[in-house]
């Protein structure tokens, strides 16, 4: 998804786009269908599978990720009807699916893309998710699929380099405690938006199932897999800047809107909010790992980071600074292969 307007993802269907590179999130759906289908046979009430049932993908980017979120919620609720009653779901129920991201979004290629055969209407929501974008209490199941781990803003100070709060890093690498303590207090905060936004805009005891990544409780970001890269990432800007190529000044006060979150955070985040109860904090196994290909690595690192690249440094100092990913991610080889993992949840949310 696109949590800012610059940062949006790599539109389209061509070879350096996102819906040609996000098969490890679509993994993590794929590897999770199974912990769906019981959460939702366990969780959601029948009284609530009615003619007309709603689902939402808050985050949706331009596919084809989102379809298959979707569809194991339609599964798992078509089955659980069909197991309950003895009815066919085909001839009682009407699924409503809601596609919701910023208006820069590429929704004609999620539009173009939808699959044949579905068994549901649908329509493209604009809108920012820290937001409440729907109608209150229209809607029985809500998913955000790597979509819960982006801050609102930079968190004040963190850009600022007379400020104690500075961060030499573009992103949270978690050995400064300063600048990881302002990060954490910002997601709360934005965190706690989301969720009061998917409470009202949730049937009670509609159910929000959020699919990402944590870290486990100790771990550094910069010890991970995905911590490495955006380390590459703001190495390559570093010497983009000593070449000349792009100003030192702009490199020092890049950020992301980005905040990996440890196992026990969310849970606390969660708990305190207050507005759900959390009926599942699963850790998902997926097949296939991160891609340790350079080439590959760093198209795929294009296609989420290129767009908030090409807005703060130019197009052309963009695409320069993934080819120095490219050969940086050689001469790390080693350290890629041997990051700490993460781990790949599958949270169930009931309201309260």
């Not at 990402?212 to 983009?240: P, Q």
């Not at 963009?318 to 041997?338: C, D, G, I, T, Y």
């Amino acid at each position: 998804m696109s949590p800012t307007p610059e940062w949006v993802m790599v539109g389209g269907e061509g070879p350096e786009s996102y819906k040609q590179h996000s098969s490890y999130q679509r993994d993590l759906l794929k590897a999770a269908k199974d912990k769906i289908n019981a959460v939702i046979s366990t969780n959601l009430s029948l009284n609530l599978i009615s003619n007309r049932f709603s689902v939402a993908d808050f985050g949706c980017a331009s596919g084809p990720n989102t379809f298959v979120a979707v569809q194991n919620i339609i599964d798992a609720v078509e089955e659980k009807y069909l197991r309950e009653t003895g009815q066919n779901p085909d001839d009682n129920i009407e699924f409503q699916v809601l596609f919701n991201d910023l208006s820069n979004n590429d929704f004609n290629t999620l539009f173009q893309g939808l699959p044949s055969g579905r068994r549901y209407y649908s329509a493209g929501i604009p809108g920012s998710f820290f937001d409440r974008v729907l109608p209150k209490q229209s809607i029985h199941i809500g998913v955000m699929n790597y979509a819960f781990q982006f801050t609102f803003k930079i968190p004040k100070g963190i850009s600022d380099r007379n400020s104690p709060l500075w961060n030499r890093d573009m992103h949270c690498t978690g050995f400064n405690n300063k600048v990881k303590k302002a990060y954490l207090d910002q997601f709360s905060l934005d965190s706690k938006n989301i969720l009061d936004a998917r409470a009202e805009e949730l049937v009670h005891e509609g159910l929000m199932l959020l699919l990402g990544s944590c870290l486990r409780d100790g771990i550094k970001m910069s010890e991970t897999y995905r911590g490495i890269v955006l380390d590459l990432i703001g190495a390559s800007l570093n010497d983009l800047a000593q070449q000349g190529v792009i100003e030192k000044d702009k490199v020092e006060s890049f950020n992301i809107t980005l905040y990996i979150a440890e196992e026990g955070e969310l849970r606390q985040i969660i708990e305190e909010n207050g507005k759900f109860t959390i009926e599942a904090f699963e850790d998902i196994i997926q097949p296939n790992g991160e891609s340790l290909d350079p080439k590959i690595l760093a198209v795929s690192l294009k296609s989420a980071f290129g767009g908030i690249l090409s807005a703060h440094f130019g197009a052309e100092a963009m695409m320069k600074a993934f080819e120095l990913v490219e050969a940086k991610a050689h001469q790390e080889f080693s350290r890629l292969q041997n990051a700490k993992p993460t781990m790949q949840y599958l949270i169930v949310l009931r309201k309260n």
